[in-house]
């Protein structure tokens, strides 16, 4: 289960490397254009905007991906079930089942024998998805 979440949870290497390639060149076109300026003293505006905006674009993809694969959105959902005795304070929890519905009856109390009841379902929200 660990090394499910591990897979899911995988930056795309591929894509991150070609960010990155793209980051070095830019920042190696940003400095050309700037020793072409103390050098011969032109300015080169289209190789200065074109650099920065590559490098500033790079920056943003790899901060944007950072935040996705972090975020909550490929968590895989659990919905849990709470199950509970109507005679006393016996409660568990399994995973949902389809046909699962709230006051269903399901059985019986191992303590006490009582009716045991659905008392809610809900997805189980993990601590870390919260700081999204
Ligand atoms: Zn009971």
Known sequence: MGVEGGEVRRAPIFFIAVILI???????????????????NTVEYMNIILSASAILLSIYLL???????????????????????VGCNYESRREF????Y???????????????????????????????
């Open 63 to 85: 901060l944007q991906m950072r935040r996705r694969t972090l975020g909550p959105s490929l968590e895989p959902l659990k919905v849990l079930t709470v199950i509970r005795c």
């Open 22 to 40: 793209m980051l070095v060149m830019s920042i190696a076109a940003f400095i050309l254009a700037i020793t072409v300026y103390l050098t011969q």
């Open 102 to 132: 709230i006051l269903k009856e399901i059985g019986q109390c191992p303590k006490c024998n009582g009716t045991l009841y659905i008392h809610s379902i809900f997805r189980e929200v993990k601590e870390k998805e919260k700081t999204y």
């Open 97 to 100: 089942e389809r046909g699962d």
